[in-house]
C-alpha cells in the first residue's frame, strides 16, 4: 500500500486553469493499485509542465489533434519515472521509462497505453539531468530542431525571429539557429529572460512587455525577417507580418496569447501572406518522429554533452506545486526555459 499525491482536472477553465478550482491535489493514503498482464507501476521522477495542455482542458466533444483530459482524472503528461512493478516482460522492475503517464507521485500504466512509453538506457547518465528527457532530448527538443529544419529550412546570412524565446523552445531554436548561421532575434517577457537570451547568444532580445514588438523588429531586423518561429500569436503575429521578407517562413509552433482568453485576437495584416508569398504551417511534433528523432536525438546529446548548447529548467518541487506552476507559467510566463515538476531522485 502507497500514498499517493495526484493533480485532478475537475473542472472546464474558460480562461486560466485555477489552482484550487479547476486543478485539485488529492491525496490517497491507501493506493493498492492491481496489475493485469501487460501492465506496470511507476514511479514518477519528474513531470514535464507544458503550454499544451492547457488545449486539452476542454470539453471530451471538442476535437483536436490529442484527446481531452477527463474530467476528476489525473491530468496526464510526460513524465520521466522507474519501474517498481511489472507484469509486461518488455518493462522489468528497475527500468527508466518515459512518455504519457498520470500527474502523481504512482502511476498505473495499462497495457493498452504501454506503448506510450521508452526505455531510456542511458538514464543513469550523470551527465544528463533526468529533466532533459522530457525538454533538450525530448518533445519539445524534437519540435525545435524538427520545425526549423522541416519548416524554417534556415540558409545562413538569414534573420529569424522567435517569439517566447526564452521558453522551453524557443531558447533552443535559437541556439540551433545561431549554430546554422543565423542573425537571431528575440522577445520574452521580462528583463532577466532577456539577459538570458542574450548570455545563449541572440544577436539581439528585448521585453515584449516594455517595448513594442514592431518598433524593436525594425531596430533588430532593418533588412527584415527571413523566419518567424511562432509561439505566442495575436498582436505579435500582426507586428510580424509587417516585417517579414517576401518567401519568408513562418513556423507556427504555438500561440500562447490565444490560449486562455474567450475574446480571440483579429489579426488584420493577413494580406500579408498573399502579398509576400509567405509560407505559415502548423505541425504536429510526433509527425516529425519517423523523419527526424534518431538525428535529432544523436544530434541534441552531442551538442549537450560538448557545452555547444545550454538549456534551463525551471523546477518546482512536489506533486503539490503542480497546479500553481502551471497556471504561473500560462499567466504571467514564470518560468524561464523548461518547466518541470521534481518528485522524487533516482
Known amino acids: ?39 506496470i507501476l511507476l514511479r514518477n521522477l519528474c513531470i514535464s509542465l507544458d503550454p499544451y495542455m492547457r488545449g486539452r482542458m476542454r470539453a471530451a466533444d471538442i476535437p483536436s489533434y490529442v484527446p481531452a483530459f477527463e474530467l476528476n482524472k489525473p491530468l496526464e503528461t510526460r513524465t520521466v519515472s522507474e519501474v517498481i512493478e511489472s507484469k509486461n516482460p518488455a518493462f522489468p522492475v528497475g527500468s527508466i521509462v518515459v512518455g504519457l503517464a498520470d500527474f502523481s507521485q504512482y502511476a498505473v500504466v495499462r497495457k493498452d497505453k504501454v506503448a506510450n512509453l521508452r526505455i531510456l538506457p542511458n538514464a543513469r547518465d550523470e551527465r544528463i539531468p533526468l529533466s532533459a528527457w522530457v525538454g533538450v532530448l525530448g518533445g519539445p527538443g524534437l519540435t525545435s530542431y524538427a520545425s526549423l529544419k522541416a519548416i524554417g529550412k534556415p540558409k545562413a546570412g538569414e534573420t529569424i525571429f522567435i517569439s517566447a524565446a526564452a521558453g522551453a523552445v524557443g531558447q533552443l531554436v535559437g541556439q540551433l539557429a545561431k549554430l546554422q548561421g543565423l542573425r537571431v532575434i528575440g522577445s520574452a517577457g521580462s528583463d532577466d529572460k532577456v539577459a538570458y537570451l542574450k548570455t545563449i547568444g541572440f544577436d539581439y532580445a528585448f521585453n515584449y512587455k516594455t517595448s513594442k514588438t514592431l518598433d524593436e523588429l525594425h531596430k533588430a531586423a532593418p533588412n527584415g525577417i527571413d523566419i518567424y518561429f511562432e509561439n505566442v500569436g495575436g498582436e505579435t503575429l500582426d507586428a ?107
Open 1 to 39: 500500500m502507497l500514498v499517493n499525491t495526484s493533480v485532478i482536472y475537475a473542472k472546464i477553465p474558460t480562461e486560466y486553469p485555477l489552482p484550487g478550482e479547476h486543478l485539485i491535489v488529492k491525496r490517497d493514503d491507501h493506493f493498492q493499485p492491481t496489475l493485469n498482464d501487460g501492465d
Open 240 to 346: 510580424v507580418l509587417t516585417v517579414m521578407n517576401t518567401h519568408g517562413r513562418i513556423i507556427a509552433c504555438g500561440m500562447i496569447s490565444q490560449y486562455n482568453t474567450t475574446e480571440k485576437y483579429g489579426v488584420k495584416n493577413l494580406l500579408q501572406v498573399i502579398t509576400k508569398r509567405l509560407t505559415m504551417q502548423g505541425f504536429n511534433q510526433a509527425e516529425f518522429a519517423k523523419d527526424y528523432f534518431e538525428d535529432f536525438q544523436r544530434d541534441i546529446t552531442d551538442l549537450l554533452i560538448n557545452k555547444k548548447i545550454v538549456y534551463r529548467v525551471t523546477e518546482v518541487k512536489g506533486i503539490e506545486a503542480g497546479p500553481d506552476a502551471l497556471y504561473g507559467m500560462l499567466k504571467h510566463g514564470s518560468n524561464t526555459g523548461k518547466l518541470v515538476v521534481h518528485v522524487a531522485d533516482l
